[in-house]
């Protein structure tokens, strides 16, 4: 795979620690996102969840945890192929959010990833930007299907808060004072989490069930069965 074809640049050095890793920290990092899921996965099974192996619980896990590997990837070689698939692996994961929140039907779903796969193909410098719009719109309109003064609303928000917070640092690494595209990973992978928990405890599940489900609020929030 040939080097440093994306034109996406970041503020960290090249090469700093190995000739074969063009960003070290930035590749790194990105597996949090890898590892939060398969942390999440274990903790519902460790605690006998009864819905740890839904089909829409692992796919929501299996979507976030592949922004690891395709980000590292990305920023090992700064390949514009490589830069292709990391996109790709987050369209996937904020299109398949939204279609479970909204109920997206399966006909307008696969248009909407072919229209955002063909932009991030065609036109990479815009790719980044849509991203954060259809996180903004996932985030933003989902939460009007939340009560207020709720443990889910709350999440959320803490959700949003370390996403904001992400988008900072993420807008910084351009200023490029220090490399701070290592903590965007890391915060909003956390942030990420947060939806996660909530869509799984509110969006996925009928009434009946969803009821029976709890977010315990610490610093990490955690799912339960009552």
């Not at 109920?103 to 991203?131: A, M, Q, T, V």
Request: with cysteine; proline share 3%.
């Amino acid at each position: 795979m040939e080097y440093l074809t994306s034109p996406m640049k970041w503020c960290e050095p090249l090469y700093q620690y190995s000739e074969y890793i063009a960003e070290f920290w930035n590749s790194f990092s990105s597996l949090f996102f890898t590892m939060v899921s398969i942390l999440t996965y274990y903790d519902m099974k460790n605690r006998k969840l009864t819905f740890y192996n839904n089909k829409i619980v692992i796919n929501l896990l299996t979507l976030f945890s592949l922004i690891g590997p395709t980000s590292f990837l990305f920023h090992c070689t700064l390949n514009f192929y490589a830069q292709f698939l990391d996109e790709l692996s987050v369209l996937l994961f904020l299109l398949y959010c939204t279609k479970n929140v909204h109920k997206i039907r399966n006909l307008n779903y696969i248009i909407y990833n072919i229209l955002l796969f063909s932009i991030s193909w065609f036109y990479p410098y815009l790719s980044p930007f849509f991203h954060i719009s259809i996180a903004y719109f996932l985030i933003t309109y989902s939460i009007k299907k939340l009560k207020k003064e709720t443990i889910s609303y709350e999440i959320w928000c803490k959700g949003i808060n370390y996403g904001l917070f992400s988008v900072l640092l993420w807008i910084l690494d351009f200023v490029c004072i220090i490399n701070t595209h290592l903590w965007w990973h890391i915060f909003v992978s956390f942030s990420g989490y947060h939806f996660i928990l909530v869509i799984i405890k509110e969006f996925i599940f009928e009434d009946d069930r969803k009821n029976n489900i709890k977010i315990i609020n610490n610093f990490i929030p955690y799912l339960i069965e009552k």
